[in-house]
């Protein structure tokens, strides 16, 4: 946090001092018409290239303009142009101009770098918050990031050591409508139940996860596939009846699916995912 | 006359800071790509070849221990990494050190020059090491360098991937560049060659300079040479004119990284600037004048790099500041006025930008510390060595004119202590 703050000042700091010394320029280039005018164009403009494109791009710009400006210079002076003639900017003026391009493209740099230090910071902060928050608020399961982490785990787990396990995807049917109709108390005490169902139903070790808004996923280790149905249906059985708070009873329907991972498979985790939820069917009971 | 003098003069000058800004961004791009291709290159690091690690060595009691410590931690094979000190004519405790490194480690060894390589120079104590050892691989380090961990790894990385390259050299960074303001301008100085001079023309012409330290050259390359000059103060400089005359190229890799000491005194760097611009000066000299027997007619770009450094731009700015000078004093109806002064700032303000890009490349260094060192470098170090080059041309004149026999100043070190693996 201290860092954050930290850069926030910077931030309004290098802003401060940006925006001060920019008038010093202006307040001498007006004087000189046309060419205090045009130079003080050009100083705005690469001010904005390093803003933008950081300072390594703003001094390459820097140095293209003041070589371009000192070739003109050489140019005009050896044919006797006029041009030449009309430079009538004091050459101490010129010199403070020159050094105030330089600093205040390497300021204007400055600042881009310290903004894109502070989103990057920003970005890993919310990561690490998102690593670390990773359990669903309304049920107590884990999260849909914490499903990946786990399954992806597990499948290197039976690769090295054999046994399989089981996914069973649970999606309950029509859940933004029960929402619309009951409203968002309801709808969380439905999805409490529905935890507190499952986790009684199921085994200790199994592990359960709500990876989507109406969709669960249980994780069977140490399990085949033999009597997987059976073990749906009963879980089907216990959940399809549900009390709201009012007292009246209403019935759910869902759409389960399952997939038996065996070691060595040549599949990904979301591959299976998908698969699953392409292959789900539906329990109307 | 004066006029086209001036004029002459002026272009010299913006000639040279347009050909700086083109190697400037040349470097940078180098910067930007050179690692992309270490993935694809490790695969090839399979079957290494063996490394002989040259470090001649003259009354280098004061560093010594500090190097062969850093040779120690090297990441290398060592059944196939031998480091050799070439003891040469050392009156102080440089060959005992280096004997209680070796009795400690089987993979360093001393060796005692013999005559005639005895006490003539760097180019002799190589030249005696390469009679008395059979590596595939020659690389070189000064006594005073620490080089990283990885960088051997990657000197012989950069041949065993470039089958066309006879030599590969590294970076050097400078160990005791907060000690002084000439540690501090020198600092800036060797950044701004690595990657300008060397960055730059390597990635525009593929060219790049044996720095005498921190670079891994094929045996078969040097012996095919006939050893080092061992009338070159610049041995390094003169070594690479002959390897692009062969028709072989040196490849710049950055990633091989030594920390080398500096003059922390204006004497000895007066002393080591004026050995390296007269080495320079004759190397530039003595291959110009052969350009029409020179093979690889590519090699103009070295050879057009230095001369035209040490003497056209150099040329260029002593006439410029003449003129101005006497100016002052004798009307010499120079036309240009007022816009000499504004190109007088605007080459100021290039040389504060190319060299603040430069900067940037090494982490930390493009700092407000540094910002204020350059612009007081334009006016006193810079300067500086307008003197020098001048001074050294004028010796160099002279040991030409009487046949003055050449003589080897051996840098003065200073205490420095050991900061371990620099990153």
């Not at chain 1, 046309?34 to 705005?44: A, Q, S, V």
């Not at chain 1, 933004?176 to 409203?183: S, T």
């Not at chain 2, 690595?194 to 044996?210: C, D, H, L, S």
């Not at chain 2, 090699?299 to 000078?325: A, E, K, M, P, Q």
Request: hydrophobic fraction near 45%; proline fraction near 2%.
């Amino acid at each position: 946090m201290g860092r954050f703050l930290n850069t926030n000042k910077q931030t309004l700091l290098l802003i401060t001092i940006l925006i001060l010394l920019l008038q010093i320029p202006s307040y001498f280039m007006w004087d000189y018409e046309r060419e205090g005018i045009l130079l003080y164009i050009f100083l705005i403009l690469l001010i904005i290239v390093s803003l933008i494109l950081g300072t390594v791009t703003g001094l390459i710009f820097s140095l293209i303009f003041i070589f371009i400006i000192g070739s003109a210079l050489i140019y005009f002076n050896y044919t006797d142009s006029a041009i030449a003639n009309s430079f009538t900017m004091p050459i101490q003026l010129f010199l403070v101009y020159g050094l105030m391009l330089i600093v205040l493209v390497l300021i204007g740099g400055r600042l881009q770098e310290v903004i894109i230090a502070r989103e990057k910071l920003n970005q890993r902060l919310q990561e690490e918050v998102r690593n670390f928050i990773a359990v669903d608020v309304e049920t107590g399961f884990d999260n849909n990031y914490r499903m990946g982490i786990t399954i992806t785990e597990e499948m290197m787990r039976v690769d090295r050591y054999g046994k399989s396990f089981t996914l069973i995807l649970l999606q309950i049917d029509h859940l933004k409508d029960f929402n619309r109709l009951y409203g968002a108390k309801e709808t969380k005490h439905l999805l409490q139940g529905l935890a507190q169902t499952m986790d009684k139903a199921m085994r200790l070790t199994d592990k359960k996860f709500r990876y989507d808004t109406d969709r669960f996923a249980i994780l069977l280790t140490e399990t085949g596939g033999d009597s997987i149905d059976l073990v749906i249906d009963k879980l089907a059985s216990k959940i399809k009846t549900h009390q709201l708070l009012s007292g009246k009873y209403v019935t759910l329907t869902f759409r389960t699916g399952y997939f038996v991972y065996e070691p060595k498979l040549d599949t990904s985790y979301e591959e299976i995912i998908s698969r699953v939820e392409s292959e789900m069917v539906s329990h109307e009971l | 006359m004066a006029n086209i003098l001036f004029y002459i003069a002026l272009f010299l000058i913006w000639i040279m800071l347009l050909y700086h800004m083109f190697l400037m961004q040349g470097g940078y791009l180098h910067f930007k790509t050179f690692e992309r291709v270490i993935p694809e290159w490790e695969k090839k690091m399979v079957d290494l070849p063996t490394v002989s690690v040259f470090i001649p060595a003259h009354n280098e009691e004061v560093v010594i221990g500090q190097t062969l410590q850093a040779m120690s931690r090297l990441h290398y094979p060592k059944e196939k990494l031998e480091v050799i000190v070439i003891n040469d004519n050392s009156s102080d405790r440089t060959g005992e050190i280096a004997r209680q490194f070796s009795e400690r480690y089987s993979f360093i060894r001393v060796l005692e020059t013999e005559p005639p390589n005895k006490g003539k120079g760097k180019s002799s104590a190589l030249n005696e090491a390469l009679r008395k050892s059979s590596s595939e691989v020659i690389v070189v380090y000064d006594a005073d360098n620490t080089p990283e961990k990885m960088s051997v790894w990657y000197l012989v990385m950069g041949l065993v991937n470039d089958p066309k390259a006879a030599a590969v050299v590294g970076k050097f960074r400078v160990i005791n560049a907060a000690k002084t303001w000439l540690t501090r301008f020198i600092n800036i100085e060797t950044i701004c060659f690595q990657w300008m001079a060397q960055g730059g023309r390597f990635k525009w012409f593929k060219v790049a300079t044996i720095p005498g330290t921190n670079f891994a050259i094929r045996r078969s390359i040097v012996e095919e040479l006939g050893g080092w000059d061992v009338k070159a103060l610049a041995e390094d400089t003169e070594l690479t004119i002959r390897v692009y005359n062969k028709g072989y190229h040196i490849r710049f890799f950055p990633k091989a990284i030594t920390w080398e000491q500096e003059p922390e005194t204006l004497k000895v760097w007066w002393k080591q600037r004026t050995r390296w611009a007269r080495g320079n000066q004759y190397v530039v000299l003595k291959f110009l004048g052969q350009f029409f027997k020179l093979k690889r007619k590519s090699i103009i770009f070295d050879l057009f790099y230095f001369f035209f450094t040490y003497f056209l731009f150099f040329f260029g700015v002593i006439l410029s500041n003449t003129l101005f000078i006497i100016n002052l004093f004798y009307d010499l109806n120079l036309s240009i006025g007022n816009v000499a002064l504004a190109l007088w700032i605007l080459a100021f303000l290039l040389f504060l930008a190319e060299v603040m890009i430069t900067l940037s490349i090494e982490k930390a260094e493009m700092n407000r510390t540094n910002f204020f060192y350059v612009i007081l470098m334009y006016f006193t170090y810079s300067q500086m060595w307008i003197v020098l080059v001048v001074y050294s041309l004028f010796l160099e004149m002279k040991r030409v004119l009487f046949k003055q026999e050449v003589k080897w100043y051996k840098t003065e070190r200073f205490e420095q202590k050991d900061k371990g693996e620099k990153k």
